[in-house]
């Protein structure tokens, strides 16, 4: 049973359009979510985060949506380069039980220059 | 800029035989994550400590896979005997408080057993 899920296992962009990779959990205790991104044989690196009290959190290119209601989240990349190829994980954790990242499998973003 | 260290960066071996493998978290980062990463999958915890106790080892197959952090600051994860299955990706990960504050992951470790 998934508690987090990224539905599309690949997204292909062009270098300067929006790329936005989405993001759906069914855990309503879920109160902090991330963005990594990994390249191959490397470990994943943090993007973004978001808490449950903010539906918007911004950081230069990168902008992560939180809708709460619909247990949805998205990942928005504007403009795309060519360097932000690679796996991007959306990850989930209950902050009040301390718990460990449950984490999506994962969306490959593609962007052609 | 600190980074989380693992090694080996990549490990073969043969099943039944044992490996093990380091992690040294950032600097002054009392939580310490260990998870495992299946081709094509999300990486999913296998053991969490806080300092030198374990907070969290429930998906941790404890007939094979034994992990200590003696001093609060480095860890070992162990596999023995292992398996064709435990081939994966191994990831350390580590974060200054339990919860909120971000994980930063360390390179891991490729695993192939043949």
């Known amino acids: 049973d998934q508690q987090v899920k990224q539905n599309s296992p690949s997204l292909s962009v062009q270098e300067g359009r929006i790329s936005i990779l989405n993001c759906d959990y069914t855990n309503s205790m879920f109160d902090y979510f991330l963005w990594y991104k990994k390249y191959p044989a490397e470990g994943p690196t943090f993007l973004i985060s978001i808490s449950s009290i903010k539906d918007k959190n911004e950081d230069g290119r990168f902008t992560v949506f939180l809708n709460k209601s619909a247990k949805h989240l998205s990942l928005h990349i504007v403009p795309s380069q060519p360097g932000d190829s690679a796996v991007y994980f959306c990850?989930?954790?209950?902050?009040?039980?301390?718990?460990?990242?449950?984490f999506g499998k994962g969306t490959t973003l593609s962007v052609s220059s | 800029e600190a980074e989380v260290a693992q090694s080996p960066r990549y490990k073969i071996t043969e099943k039944s035989q044992a490996v093990a493998f380091w992690c040294d978290p950032i600097?002054?980062?009392?939580?310490l994550y260990w998870y495992r990463q299946i081709l094509g999958q999300g990486p999913e915890l296998l053991v969490q400590f806080q300092d030198e106790s374990v907070v969290d080892d429930s998906q941790l197959p404890k007939d094979r896979f034994s992990a200590e952090r003696l001093k609060g600051v480095d860890s070992t994860l162990k596999i023995q005997p292992a398996e064709l299955g435990d081939s994966a990706m191994y990831l350390c990960?580590?974060?200054?408080?339990?919860?909120?504050?971000?994980?930063?992951f360390g390179p891991g470790t490729r695993l192939l057993v043949l």
């Open positions: 990850a989930a954790s209950v902050n009040q039980a301390g718990t460990a990242l449950i």
């Open positions: 600097s002054g980062h009392a939580t």
């Open positions: 990960a580590s974060s200054s408080r339990t919860g909120r504050e971000t994980q930063y």
